[in-house]
């Protein structure tokens, strides 16, 4: 593929309801990240993969809050019992692996909670 | 730790106008800068990213980023701006792997 795709580009859920949200990195990227955005504000860090391994999953917020990424290519971030407060967008960015390399950033899903 | 603060929420600028955007960071140890652009309803664009060497960063789109390092700062500027710069800008930075971004700035250009 040419870019980081990511499904659905929005969501709306019930409270209590449980969701997940789908990333397809670029072809051969090994990092992947997770990133919440609220409204008016910046994107913040929520979990990292390189490869398989999840290496920081420091910005979850809860643990309602659960990624996976099995065999090191789709990731699927998963939401439980999800609250009004998990509504935001949820980005997904891949890079190829290196400390400085370019993050390349997915169009997000736009999740609403009713 | 490391934190991003961008001082201006909202720039308005006319068109064919000079623009500067203004980035400040803290951190105890070396980073990297990038500067980040969002159209609406769209991802996020990498603009320009400081690594190491010449503190002047060229970037797509005519813009230009000067990293400060006694100032602590990564300002973005652009000579003349045009209708289709409007959108949010955001600078980050990082020493591992995932980026601290800042609130962003909001750009519009006036006709």
């Known amino acids: 593929g040419a870019g980081v795709s990511q499904s659905p580009r929005y969501k709306v859920a019930k409270r209590g309801q449980d969701v997940a949200l789908r990333c397809d990195p670029i072809?051969?990227?090994?990092?992947l990240f997770w990133y919440q955005q609220a409204l008016g504000q910046g994107p913040e860090f929520l979990t990292y993969?390189?490869?398989?391994?999840?290496?920081?999953k420091s910005g979850l917020p809860s643990d309602r809050f659960f990624a996976e990424r099995p065999e090191g290519s789709v990731s699927t971030l998963k939401i439980q019992r999800t609250q009004q407060e998990d509504s935001a967008v949820y980005l997904c960015?891949?890079?190829?692996?290196?400390?400085?390399?370019?993050?390349?950033f997915g169009p997000g899903t736009r999740l609403t909670v009713l | 730790a490391q934190s991003v603060t961008q001082l201006d929420s909202q720039v308005p600028v006319f068109e064919e106008a000079p623009v500067e955007l203004r980035c400040n960071y803290s951190?105890?140890?070396?980073?990297?800068l990038f500067w980040y652009v969002q159209y609406p309803n769209q991802g996020l664009q990498l603009l320009l990213k400081?690594?190491?060497?010449?503190?002047l960063v060229k970037g797509i789109n005519g813009f230009e980023a000067e990293f400060n390092k006694s100032q602590t700062s990564f300002h973005l500027r652009k000579p003349s701006v045009h209708i289709s710069d409007t959108a949010e800008y955001f600078c980050a930075v990082t020493f591992g792997r995932p980026l601290v971004f800042g609130k962003g700035t909001r750009l519009s250009v006036i006709a």
């Open positions: 400081y690594l190491s060497g010449s503190t």
């Open positions: 960015a891949s890079s190829s692996g290196t400390r400085s390399d370019t993050q390349y």
């Open positions: 993969f390189q490869n398989e391994a999840q290496l920081d």
């Open positions: 072809s051969g990227h090994v990092s």
């Open positions: 951190s105890s140890v070396s980073v990297y």
